[in-house]
Nanobody, 121 residues
Framework: QVQLVESGGGLVQPGGSLRLSCAAS????????MGWYRRAPGNERDLVAT???????NYADSVKGRFTISRDYAKNTVYLQMNSLNPEDTAVYYC???????????????WGQGTQVTVSS
């Protein structure tokens, strides 16, 4: 089994920054991709950013130029650096990863428990 544990959420003023972390642990053979999603009150869970093979990145238009996703292979950890935050970024942020537990077979889809980010003055 695999666990994703997020940290780094909290309350920040508009224009401020936060850095989210998500560490994967457990039965890991290889990590295919990792990413961040968010769910604002009353909304669906939406893509924020993904990173594939530690190089190819993809961002939602609303966060391009403000958020940066990165990955530490040695620590099986993905980060989301969030700058110039605004109230519309308020949401629960979820870590997602596709991970293979063994060489053969498809990867499994895992989610973290979510971390609250609130942008307010």
């Amino acid at each position: 089994q695999v666990q994703l544990v997020e940290s780094g959420g909290g309350l920040v003023q508009p224009g401020g920054s936060l850095r989210l972390s998500c560490a994967a642990s457990g039965s890991i053979f290889s990590i295919i991709d990792m990413g961040w999603y968010r769910r604002a009150p009353g909304n669906e869970r939406d893509l924020v950013a993904t990173i594939i093979n530690g190089e190819s990145t993809n961002y939602a238009d609303s966060v391009k130029g403000r958020f940066t996703i990165s990955r530490d292979y040695a620590k099986n950890t993905v980060y989301l650096q969030m700058n110039s935050l605004n109230p519309e970024d308020t949401a629960v942020y979820y870590c997602n990863a596709h991970i293979k537990g063994r060489m053969w077979g498809p990867p499994n889809d895992y989610w973290g428990q979510g971390t609250q980010v609130t942008v307010s003055s």
